[in-house]
């Protein structure tokens, strides 16, 4: 199999399924298992791109959806491509963008060669083929492309879920024979919840030349326990030569089981999205900063946190003050603090399989998270819905 | 005169009416002339503390008003006043509220005690009187509390600006009487653009043991000529032992203007305001980000400007994309230039002044400027207005 030239990946450590590595890149080398911050719109909302990397991030997901429609991919080639564009000098992927063509657009509808839609923006008609997504990928300029795929939407009928891994094993083809030398391509494997049938379609992407596997299809309203167990079937049984990438999740104890699993790359809104909500994460639970408990209260968000808003000094109480006076500075300090609760976990993690001890770290953390907290059974499912909707809004109504 | 314990003001050079000197404060000292960004609720709008300090800046402005309504002054207190609440570390100084109360809340009515309102938030009732904004300023707790004024609309009649001086008087003395033994007080001279009248007031403040003395009620309405004019006039009638503040000016050429009047402290919502409408200001005029001509500009804001949005290479077709598509970080880099660039202005004025060539410093910098551009008539006016209104709702509905 032909690989991209710049691009591999080598696993350093195993424990149980779980893994660690390196994921190297033309922007530098990434540790996993890494949670990719996502930068809807060329801007991981509210960070600069120190301030992301100052969580740990070494890789950001860009949405190919977005800046196809705005500003337009010949303006950010013409630039530079994004990594100019933005000045974020680590690696960065870009997503296809039939799962915002598919989901936010208006009017789409799927044939046999791709997405038809109207923009969401200005109502112009676009298609979007394979052949489009990798063109579009290519002016972007990411690390690494996604290929065009079909997502089926939480419970769909198994015929359709297997309809989606025919087409989109024949799409994976086309990007794969459109793709630029250059960039890394992954597959995306889909299936559903169906263990037999992610299994069958991974056999069948993992026979092509792709750089990495993803498992697209979760966390779009199917119950967060199955999701867990499929994962937990599917993660270890992907091609362990090339990075496994779930897509779209999750919350913290999603991260925990699916790095149990094997999978070394995550995207989500969630941590970002919250925080923007006003909804600030720690390992034991969701601070909702807007609640009252909270006017008086002198402590950080988090006392064993070392992020700039913890370490910073700021108190609960004047974060709630921001936030009910609609200040933009606390959605910064959230946001920030988030991140580097992901980047935290994920640098606890690639420790922990290094030195042989996953799952414990992993019921340590479970254990402590409990239930009816940070990690909430409903976070998950929002988590995908928000990649499309309210990540493309900036932030809510209340605060902004 | 008994001044306040812990705080001086010292003039280190003069430079014709110009000069250059230190404010002492329990939270360090201060270089003037300096300019104080607008921290309405308690946040420099989308800063951090630590930027707004790289701008320069060493001492801010609270807005009583607003502080008073939401989180209040008890509150601040109990958290242990505004400095603490903030977390800046530097010089602070409050407005005593009145011109909110007047220009923002509704139903207010002006009586011989004070301002009767209904808040602009739950319209519950308030009274503003001396001894209140003193005690509320005293429980915010910033270096300088201001004395409650009485600032006449531009084009008021010659009665109604007589009363309002007289009135202030009064509410000066009673401000006095008031005042915590720990907080500096500024006394504020009226006069409208009555020369003879601003001068008479001016001298019978400067009577008063008021720590310094401000110049209220300009940048109300009047002709912009007329502003600079009647500064240039009293600007130095105004005792030279103490610290000199135009509130609520300006542009850059407005406050190269009141410099060589004399003046040393400004505060204006101009350039945080701006930004947020993404405006950039440079010397030589102002850049509309959201205008087509920047589309494909590869060039940063200002090419001699070394502010972090500047030199962090940001390019204008980037900032533009940002504008355009509602992201935040653009509303903070725009801030951050706009304030750079007026620490930078006062930075380079006090060099002029001590070096003894302020006026040629002054003649290159509005030769710079020219006309038609940042520094256009009309926006010193507008910045009043901004301090009510705009500051309030946080940024412009089309970005956030």
């Known amino acids: 199999m032909s690989r991209t030239p710049g691009f591999s990946f080598s ?52 949405n190919t959806y977005h800046l196809w429609l705005r500003p337009g991919p010949e303006l950010v080639a013409q630039l530079g491509g994004l990594h100019a564009f933005t000045r974020w000098p680590h690696a960065m992927l870009t997503d296809s963008g039939g799962f915002q063509a598919f989901s936010l657009a208006e009017r789409r ?50 015929p359709e879920v297997e309809e ?71 993660g270890p049984h992907l091609d362990p030569t090339r990075p496994r990438y779930l897509m779209g999740v999750g919350t913290p104890i999603d991260l925990v089981h699916a790095i149990g699993a094997g999978v070394d790359m995550f995207d989500c809104v969630l941590p970002t999205r919250n925080a923007r909500n006003g909804q ?17 209260d002198r402590s950080p968000l988090d006392p064993t946190c070392a992020c700039p808003t913890c370490a910073g000094g700021y108190s609960r109480a004047y974060l709630r ?20 609760l992901y980047g935290r976990l994920m640098r606890e993690a690639r420790a922990a399989i290094a030195e ?25 499912n929002d988590a995908n819905d928000a990649n499309d909707a309210n990540e493309t809004v900036g932030a809510t109504e209340s605060t902004e």
């Open 321 to 340: 003050h921001l936030f009910m006076a609609g200040e933009i500075l606390v959605l910064r300090l959230l946001t920030e603090h988030n991140l580097h």
């Open 356 to 380: 042989g001890r996953y799952a414990a770290f992993a019921r340590a953390w479970l254990g402590a998270s409990g239930a009816g907290n940070a990690n909430d059974a409903n976070d998950a």
């Open 164 to 234: 989606a891994c025919r087409l989109t094993t024949r799409w994976g083809k086309r990007c794969l024979a459109a793709k630029r030398p250059s960039q890394a391509l992954f597959g995306i494997v889909q299936g559903g919840t169906s263990v037999a049938l992610r299994m069958a379609h991974a056999d069948e992407l993992g026979a092509l030349p792709f750089d990495g596997l993803a498992l697209g299809g979760f966390s779009v309203g199917e119950p967060i326990a199955m999701m867990h167990e499929v994962v937990a079937q599917i």
């Open 280 to 296: 600030a994460l720690t390992q034991h639970g969701k601070i909702v900063i807007k609640q009252a408990r909270y006017k008086e």
């Open 11 to 62: 696993e350093l450590a195993r424990d149980g399924h779980a893994r660690t590595g390196v994921l190297s890149t033309p922007h530098g080398d990434v540790l996993t298992p890494t949670f990719m911050p996502v930068g809807t719109q060329g801007s991981v909302k509210t960070l600069t791109p120190a301030e992301v990397a100052a969580t740990g991030a070494r890789i950001v997901l860009g």
């Open 109 to 158: 509808t799927l044939v046999e060669d791709g997405f038809v839609f109207r923009s969401h923006l200005d109502g112009a008609r676009k298609a979007l083929t394979p052949e489009v997504a990798m063109e579009v990928q290519g002016l972007l300029g990411a690390d690494i492309a996604m290929q065009l795929d079909v997502c089926p939407p939480g419970g769909a009928p198994r």
